[in-house]
């Protein structure tokens, strides 16, 4: 990591064990007063033996997108696709254009990294341009229902008879068909219904939505994500374009495939909260600490319960066995006690970096202070907005910081010429009103 000589003098070590840093004799180790900034948008991570030029090419560069802008899932699989180094177009609202064209949506962090043009799709024209760059383009990516994307003029068949070699990406809820293909949702429906929600929660308690990490993004935008990029290396093989169909609904589902067979198999109980890795399980468990704050405990194998047990003091107490499924309430009640006897940061010093498998519990404006994160370059600062820095990681190709997040219209001429169009047709297209 390129840290200038300031960060890397003024860098905590990163605490191991027992160990109590000689420049902090209290034991206190905290992720919340540390006036550092965390990062540098000058502080880009370059893979050992290459050149910064090397560096900012992505592994999809020469890749085009067309983007039809939509809400959640749709942007998160965009910028994805952008973080990789595909050049990503995004088709906005000409209403959505700006007054002030000189601010920056900095906050609007899963737009990140493509350029914008301003259409009216319910102008023929607006259409007729949409299908001139899917002419140029190597995949269309879209979030309307069903039903939507033909009635505007740009179904599928359309699109690839324009270009044979187009990947095509839905992304919807419940999929393309089905008794509740037209049927409005969100997140918290989709996981609902696929099964994956039921089991998130506490025992004799309600079903926790875990954010809309399920639906939308894991089981939504990178399911179509990766849909995508499994189309183009079809492509390679066959010529061919192709529609990919991400559901949410199926991304959830599938995300739940080792459950299924833990369940089949007699390992996992329909009873929330009473699995081992459900918070039903004492070694498997959120704990809050003495100053209010949380740890987290993951001591599944022998050898790491061993080391939680040895690290708490408990080594020598007559308990159950960790196995005891019986027994894990108690046991459970027992470390609840003994986390509360100290700060979370005293319980860093003490278990971070060791067997037990720890980690505190760090909120947003925490996480990116870890060493760790810090390290890695795990966040980086764009336009004044810190944020995850592109993932995963690549030996070779490594994609570049990504660019800061365009207003509506930002880039509609540049864009259009870019793409093919004349001076004369962009001049047609503002005089019918198609682009803004």
């Given at each position: 990591?390129?840290?200038?000589?300031?960060?890397?003098?003024?860098?905590?070590?990163?605490?191991?064990?027992?160990?109590?840093?000689?420049?902090?004799?209290?034991?206190?180790?905290?992720?919340?007063?540390?006036?550092?900034?965390?990062?540098?948008?000058?502080?880009?991570?370059?893979?050992?033996?290459?050149?910064?030029?090397?560096?900012?090419?992505g592994p999809l560069q020469g890749v085009r997108v067309i983007e039809i802008a939509g809400i959640g899932p749709g942007p998160f699989a965009a910028m994805m696709l952008a973080d990789m180094g595909a050049e990503v177009v995004r088709v906005d609202?000409?209403?959505?254009?700006?007054?002030?064209?000189?601010?920056?949506?900095?906050?609007?962090?899963?737009?990140?990294?493509?350029?914008?043009?301003?259409?009216?799709?319910?102008?023929?024209?607006?259409?007729?341009?949409?299908?001139?760059?899917?002419?140029?383009?190597?995949?269309?990516?879209?979030?309307?229902?069903?039903?939507?994307?033909?009635?505007?003029?740009l179904s599928p068949e359309v699109s690839l008879g324009r270009n044979p070699r187009l990947i095509f990406g839905r992304m919807t809820g419940w999929g393309q068909e089905g008794p509740l293909a037209r049927a409005a949702g969100h997140d918290i429906?989709?996981?609902?219904?696929?099964?994956?929600?039921?089991?998130?929660?506490?025992?004799?308690?309600?079903?926790?939505?875990?954010?809309?990490?399920?639906?939308?993004?894991?089981?939504?935008?990178?399911?179509?994500?990766?849909?995508?990029?499994?189309?183009?290396?079809?492509?390679?093989?066959?010529?061919?374009?192709?529609?990919?169909?991400?559901?949410?609904?199926?991304?959830?589902?599938?995300?739940?495939?080792?459950?299924?067979?833990?369940?089949?198999?007699?390992?996992?109980?329909?009873?929330?909260?009473?699995?081992?890795?459900?918070?039903?399980?004492?070694?498997?468990?959120?704990?809050?600490?003495?100053?209010?704050?949380?740890?987290?405990?993951?001591?599944?194998?022998?050898q790491f319960y061993a080391e939680l047990l040895r690290l708490t003091g408990l080594d020598h107490a007559d308990l159950p066995k960790q196995m005891d499924r019986a027994r894990w309430p108690e046991l459970k009640e027992r470390l609840r006690a003994?986390?509360?006897?100290?700060?979370?940061?005293?319980?860093?010093?003490?278990?971070?970096?060791?067997?037990?498998?720890?980690?505190?519990?760090?909120?947003?404006?925490?996480?990116?202070?870890?060493?760790?994160?810090?390290?890695?370059?795990?966040?980086?600062?764009?336009?004044?907005?810190?944020?995850?820095?592109?993932?995963?990681?690549?030996?070779?190709?490594?994609?570049?910081?990504?660019?800061?997040?365009?207003?509506?219209?930002?880039?509609?001429?540049?864009?259009?010429?870019?793409?093919?169009?004349?001076?004369?047709?962009?001049?047609?297209?503002?005089?019918?009103?198609?682009?803004?």
């Amino acid at each position: 990591m390129a840290w200038s000589d300031e960060t890397r003098t003024k860098t905590r070590k990163y605490p191991r064990r027992d160990h109590i840093p000689e420049d902090r004799p209290d034991g206190r180790h905290s992720y919340t007063t540390d006036p550092i900034s965390p990062l540098r948008i000058d502080c880009q991570y370059i893979p050992i033996g290459r050149t910064r030029e090397e560096a900012e090419v992505g592994p999809l560069q020469g890749v085009r997108v067309i983007e039809i802008a939509g809400i959640g899932p749709g942007p998160f699989a965009a910028m994805m696709l952008a973080d990789m180094g595909a050049e990503v177009v995004r088709v906005d609202r000409t209403q959505n254009v700006p007054v002030d064209h000189s601010r920056v949506p900095q906050f609007d962090v899963l737009s990140r990294g493509r350029k914008s043009i301003a259409l009216d799709l319910k102008r023929p024209e607006a259409i007729e341009a949409v299908l001139r760059l899917a002419e140029r383009a190597d995949g269309l990516i879209e979030g309307f229902r069903p039903g939507v994307m033909e009635r505007l003029g740009l179904s599928p068949e359309v699109s690839l008879g324009r270009n044979p070699r187009l990947i095509f990406g839905r992304m919807t809820g419940w999929g393309q068909e089905g008794p509740l293909a037209r049927a409005a949702g969100h997140d918290i429906n989709y996981i609902a219904l696929a099964g994956a929600l039921a089991p998130i929660g506490r025992r004799g308690e309600a079903p926790l939505p875990p954010l809309n990490l399920v639906g939308d993004f894991g089981g939504g935008g990178m399911l179509l994500a990766f849909g995508v990029v499994c189309a183009l290396v079809e492509r390679q093989r066959s010529g061919k374009g192709q529609v990919v169909d991400a559901a949410m609904v199926d991304g959830a589902a599938i995300l739940m495939s080792l459950f299924w067979g833990m369940r089949k198999a007699g390992l996992w109980s329909d009873e929330r909260g009473a699995n081992l890795i459900d918070t039903g399980a004492h070694f498997y468990e959120v704990y809050e600490t003495s100053d209010g704050k949380y740890v987290s405990i993951g001591s599944i194998e022998p050898q790491f319960y061993a080391e939680l047990l040895r690290l708490t003091g408990l080594d020598h107490a007559d308990l159950p066995k960790q196995m005891d499924r019986a027994r894990w309430p108690e046991l459970k009640e027992r470390l609840r006690a003994v986390f509360r006897t100290r700060t979370r940061d005293e319980w860093c010093i003490l278990m971070e970096g060791t067997d037990v498998c720890f980690a505190p519990v760090l909120g947003l404006g925490e996480a990116p202070l870890h060493p760790h994160n810090r390290e890695r370059g795990t966040f980086v600062e764009v336009a004044g907005t810190l944020q995850p820095r592109p993932a995963p990681r690549f030996s070779r190709t490594q994609p570049e910081t990504p660019r800061p997040p365009a207003h509506a219209g930002q880039q509609t001429v540049e864009v259009l010429t870019d793409w093919g169009f004349s001076a004369e047709e962009i001049r047609k297209l503002r005089e019918t009103k198609a682009i803004a």
